[in-house]
T-cell receptor, first 113, second 113 residues
Framework: DAGITQSPRHKVTETGTPVTLRCHQT?????MYWYRQDPGHGLRLIHY???????DKGEVSDGYSVSRSKTEDFLLTLESATSSQTSVYFC????????????FGEGSWLTVV | DQQVKQNSPSLSVQEGRISILNCDYT??????FLWYKKYPAEGPTFLIS?????DKNEDGRFTVFLNKSAKHLSLHIVPSQPGDSAVYFC????????????FGKGITLSVRP
C-alpha cells in the first residue's frame, strides 16, 4: 500500500461541467503527479508538483489545472469537461531522489457524456 | 515523437516458459528505467528498475537487462506463471527531470496454463 487515496474512484459527468479529482497521500512525499491512461497511449503525464504551490505542466496539460495547497493533497481540475477527457486518471507520488520509484494510486475512472 | 517504445502490443507464452518483454528508448538523457505491472481496474505497481550504470538487475523471477548502446531494455520473467498475465509498462526518467516518468504504450502478457 503506497499511502495514496484518490477520490472519487468513479464519476460520470456531462460535457461542459467542472470536475475535480483529489489525490491524498500519507507519505509526506515532495513530488506528486497526475497521469492519464488511454488505450494505445500508455500513461501520459498531465501535471506534476514538486512542492506546496509549486506545479508544472506535463505533456498533455491542455484543459487541466492543478493545485497543491498542502503537502498531502494534489487536486486535478477539468474546468469544462469534454468527451476527450474520458479516461482513467492516476495519481502518483515520489520522494524525487535519484533512482527513486514512483508509486501510483488506484485510479479514478471519469466518463464525460 | 514517442521517446519510449514498446513495439509489440501483446505476447502470449506457455506457463513455465520464459517471457521476454522488450522496450526501446530514444532519449539519451534517460538514466533510470522501470517496469510496472498493471492489472485491470488497478493502479500500476512497480516491478523492477535499473540504473544506467548497470546492465542487469535481478529480483526473483524477474530480470531486467539494459543495453545502453542500443538504447534497449528487456524484462525477462522465468518461469512465467498465469498470475503474471497483465499489462507491462516500460518507463524511463532522467536525472534532474523531477523524477517524471515517460511511459511506453504497454505490452499485454498472457500466460497460458
Amino acid at each position: 500500500d503506497a499511502g495514496i487515496t484518490q477520490s472519487p474512484r468513479h464519476k460520470v459527468t456531462e460535457t461542459g461541467t467542472p470536475v475535480t479529482l483529489r489525490c491524498h497521500q500519507t507519505e509526506n512525499h515532495r513530488y506528486m503527479y497526475w497521469y492519464r491512461q488511454d488505450p494505445g497511449h500508455g500513461l501520459r503525464l498531465i501535471h506534476y508538483s514538486y512542492g506546496v504551490k509549486d506545479t508544472d505542466k506535463g505533456e498533455v496539460s491542455d484543459g487541466y489545472s492543478v493545485s497543491r495547497s498542502k503537502t498531502e493533497d494534489f487536486l486535478l481540475t477539468l474546468e469544462s469537461a469534454t468527451s476527450s477527457q474520458t479516461s482513467v486518471y492516476f495519481c502518483a507520488i515520489s520522494t524525487g531522489q535519484i533512482g527513486n520509484t514512483i508509486y501510483f494510486g488506484e485510479g479514478s475512472w471519469l466518463t464525460v457524456v | 515523437d514517442q521517446q519510449v517504445k514498446q513495439n509489440s502490443p501483446s505476447l502470449s507464452v506457455q506457463e513455465g516458459r520464459i517471457s521476454i518483454l522488450n522496450c526501446d528508448y530514444t532519449n539519451s538523457m534517460f538514466d533510470y528505467f522501470l517496469w510496472y505491472k498493471k492489472y485491470p481496474a488497478e493502479g500500476p505497481t512497480f516491478l523492477i528498475s535499473i540504473s544506467s550504470i548497470k546492465d542487469k538487475n535481478e529480483d526473483g523471477r524477474f530480470t531486467v537487462f539494459l543495453n545502453k548502446s542500443a538504447k534497449h531494455l528487456s524484462l525477462h520473467i522465468v518461469p512465467s506463471q498465469p498470475g503474471d498475465s497483465a499489462v507491462y509498462f516500460c518507463a524511463a526518467s532522467a536525472t534532474g527531470a523531477n523524477s517524471k516518468l515517460t511511459f511506453g504504450k504497454g505490452i499485454t502478457l498472457s500466460v497460458r496454463p
